[in-house]
Nanobody, 118 residues
């Protein structure tokens, strides 16, 4: 059974918008940070955005002002709203959840493809 289930990827034209969501299963508890990463073909996975349980948010410079991360703690779900997309945003997007248990546990989603056409 998947621990993190992502949804919302797809194909969009440059300048368009897409929203991603990632829901954590009930088996993951004491969630601290919820993050999004992406990996383009031939490139390393890179950090996109993070939101902590306390509400602190960080973004990669490449997406600041265009992407918005949010979370619903009651649903253990993290969202990523992506606006003003460009072809360089094309990648597989992964969500990551880190717990505040001892030991800390990290979970990854299966990835969802986002393709931006020019």
């Amino acid at each position: 059974q998947a621990q993190l289930v992502e949804s919302g990827g797809g194909l969009v034209q440059a300048g368009g918008s897409l929203g991603l969501s990632c829901a954590a299963s009930e088996r993951i508890f004491s969630i601290n940070a919820m993050s999004w990463y992406r990996q383009a073909p031939g490139k390393q996975r890179e950090f996109i955005a993070r939101i902590t349980s306390g509400g602190s948010i960080d973004y990669a410079d490449s997406v600041k002002g265009r992407f918005t991360i949010s979370r619903n703690n009651a649903k253990s779900t993290v969202y990523l709203q992506m606006n003003s997309l460009n072809p360089e945003d094309t990648a597989v997007y992964y969500c990551n959840v880190v717990t505040q248990t001892t030991p800390v546990r990290s979970y990854w989603g299966q990835g969802t493809q986002v393709t931006v056409s020019s």
